[in-house]
């Protein structure tokens, strides 16, 4: 069991250390340290805002569509499909 215990301490130490020395760590850290958002992220673009809503309103469309599938094969009704004879 210690065995187990002393390489999980190994290797997650050094992920660990690895992350923190990252960039995504380095941004965490600055975050955890500032509370607010970087000045880059406050100055953003309008049309970056309209395409955002574009984009959530198609995966509400599409969550639409899935439910309805899910729903539709959920119900074990297969529509009536007629052959064609040659």
Do not use: C, W
């Amino acid at each position: 069991m210690e065995d187990i215990l002393a390489i999980v301490l190994i290797f997650g130490g050094g992920t660990a250390i690895a992350l923190a020395f990252s960039p995504l760590g380095k941004a965490v850290a600055d975050r955890l340290r500032h509370g607010k958002l970087p000045v880059q992220a406050l100055n953003a673009d309008p049309a970056i805002y309209d395409e955002l809503d574009r984009l959530r309103t198609d995966v509400t469309e599409l969550q639409e569509r899935l439910d309805f599938a899910e729903r539709l094969l959920a119900s074990g009704h297969e529509p009536s499909r007629e052959r064609l004879t040659p």
